[in-house]
């Protein structure tokens, strides 16, 4: 049993930066991938960034945070961040942390996750 807990959510203008962190109430993280997702209102749950467990430094982007959003991942610390640069409203959601074990092709998926946070909100202004 994995309870992930998200921290850093807020609001801030267009522009702005947000960092975002994700630790283990319950059990710990090591041997799981954890994974970034948000959901906007009206919208499906969609993957942020996250990395697999086991594969490397390799991380994985929505095309549309590239080069904005930096996901990494403290090991010794048992913690995941999602540092958010040059944020956009588009970027408005509800911010989750994912703890599963995926296979690399289903990194992106929302049902490869059995551990999610509560979530926290992310609130972007123009």
């Known amino acids: 049993q994995v309870q992930p807990v998200e921290t850093g959510g807020g609001s801030v203008p267009v522009g702005g930066s947000l960092s975002l962190s994700c630790a283990a109430s319950e059990g710990s993280f090591s041997g799981y991938s954890v994974s970034w997702f948000r959901q906007a209102t009206g919208k499906e749950r969609e993957f942020v960034a996250g990395s697999k467990w086991g594969g490397g430094t390799n991380k994985y982007y929505l095309d549309s945070v590239k080069g904005r959003f930096t996901f990494s991942r403290n090991n010794a610390e048992g913690t995941v961040q999602l540092r958010m640069n040059n944020l956009k409203a588009e970027d408005t959601a509800i911010y989750y942390c994912?703890?599963?074990?995926?296979?690399?092709?289903?990194?992106?998926?929302?049902?490869?996750?059995?551990?999610w946070g509560q979530g926290t909100k992310v609130d972007v202004s123009s």
């Open positions: 994912a703890v599963g074990r995926p296979i690399l092709s289903s990194l992106r998926q929302v049902s490869s996750y059995g551990y």
